[in-house]
């Protein structure tokens, strides 16, 4: 989860609760009343809440996607050039093998 994201639920939830706070203290409603308006505010709050979670949870899913596709396109990329690294190499000792068969040949005679 990023600082931003967080440090934004934080102000949310801090804001909420000062907001909750001055209502009930300046409230000129009855008590229940009040108490169904913080209940009221208090859902919204959850909402926004979770809305926010479900958002950043998707992001870290999406961030996490891309990042398994660039590993798996990298490892990719690296087998591909190890394979023809190796057959390079292949070539190059053959080449030396028949050298070598050669030189054999003639000290054989």
């Known amino acids: 989860m990023s600082s931003n994201n967080s440090n934004g639920v934080l102000a949310l939830l801090a804001g909420a609760?000062?907001?909750?706070?001055?209502?009930i203290l300046f409230a000129p409603d009855k008590g229940s009343k009040t108490r169904e308006k913080i209940k009221g505010s208090l859902d919204d709050l959850k909402n926004e809440v979770e809305s926010k979670f479900n958002s950043v949870k998707e992001?870290?899913?999406?961030k996490f996607s891309q990042s398994k596709d660039e590993l798996k396109d990298t490892v990719e990329n690296l087998l591909s050039?190890?394979?023809y690294k190796a057959e390079e190499a292949i070539s190059f000792l053959?080449?030396?093998?028949?050298?070598?068969?050669?030189?054999?040949?003639?000290?054989?005679?």
């Open 81 to 83: 050039k190890s394979s």
């Open 59 to 62: 992001e870290g899913k999406e």
């Open 17 to 23: 609760a000062i907001g909750v706070g001055i209502g």
């Open 94 to 109: 053959e080449e030396k093998l028949a050298e070598l068969k050669k030189q054999n040949a003639k000290l054989q005679k």
